[in-house]
């Protein structure tokens, strides 16, 4: 039996919609050299928990979205959010930090964005 899975999510909108607001766009799995010298950006984790869902063939997987600015900068995270679900997300919650940048003195605004996309297994 050949089984496929299908998401709604448009990744590639997503990460325009980020970079729309004038800021650089990275995967989770970004390396230190990548954000040294930004000042603000984007994290995007698409490869979260998947838990299961009503249905016999449905899970859904965590989409997160960080917005981190080492000077404070903010963005209005009503409009993400509203244009993240036209692509497929479905909006959960949201908080707001203020991190420490570890062996520093250098402290962040962090915005994280939480998600799910719905996967539907074909077989």
Do not use: W
């Not at 919609?17 to 930004?38: C, Q, S, T, Y």
């Not at 080492?70 to 509203?82: A, F, Q, R």
């Amino acid at each position: 039996m050949q089984m496929t899975a299908s998401s709604r999510i448009k990744l590639d909108h997503i990460i325009k919609a980020m970079e729309e607001l004038g800021h650089p766009v990275f995967a989770i799995d970004l390396n230190k050299d990548e954000i040294n010298n930004r000042d603000s950006f984007f994290v995007y984790n698409d490869k979260g928990n998947i838990s299961r869902v009503e249905g016999a063939n449905q899970y859904k997987m965590e989409f997160t979205v960080m917005y981190i600015s080492k000077v404070h900068d903010d963005i209005d995270e009503i409009t993400l959010i509203d244009q993240l679900i036209r692509y497929g997300l479905i909006f959960v919650d949201s908080t707001r930090d203020e991190a420490k940048f570890k062996g520093t003195d250098q402290t962040a605004l962090v915005i994280t964005l939480n998600f799910t996309q719905i996967f539907r297994l074909c077989r």
